[in-house]
């Protein structure tokens, strides 16, 4: 099973910034998605970005302040969040998606936890 490892989270003040990192326990080039959610208690789990068949997406909240990439190399995806705001507090998960015969399966790290506040 595909474990994935999230780290980078923590506290910080409105405007400071913040790089999440996941580690995959193999290759990330050959899932068909990959990207990062997050989730505050009682409210759903919200896509925050993700690259998609070589297509990055972002939520319209984090456009221009969040920036997902990835290195192949260190089977590792990271997602930079500049300009935070107090609404952006959650716990933040990595995932990733794979496809194999039909077969979409997701698979999910246990989450890091952001919390932005004065």
């Known amino acids: 099973q595909v474990q994935l490892v999230e780290s980078g989270g923590g506290f910080v003040q409105p405007g400071g910034s913040l790089r999440l990192s996941c580690a995959a326990s193999?290759?990330?080039?050959?899932?068909?998605?990959t990207g990062w959610y997050r989730q505050v208690p009682g409210k759903q789990r919200e896509l925050v970005a993700s690259?998609?068949?070589?297509?990055?997406t972002y939520t319209d909240s984090v456009k221009g302040r969040f920036t997902i990439n990835r290195d192949n190399a260190k089977n590792t995806v990271y997602l930079q969040m500049n300009g935070l705001k107090p609404e952006d507090t959650a716990v933040y998960y990595c995932?990733?998606?794979?496809?194999?015969?039909?077969?979409?399966?997701?698979?999910w790290g246990e989450g890091t936890q952001v919390t932005v506040s004065s």
């Open positions: 995932n990733v998606v794979s496809v194999v015969l039909g077969n979409i399966r997701p698979y």
């Open positions: 690259i998609t068949s070589g297509t990055t």
């Open positions: 193999e290759s990330i080039f050959k899932f068909y998605a």
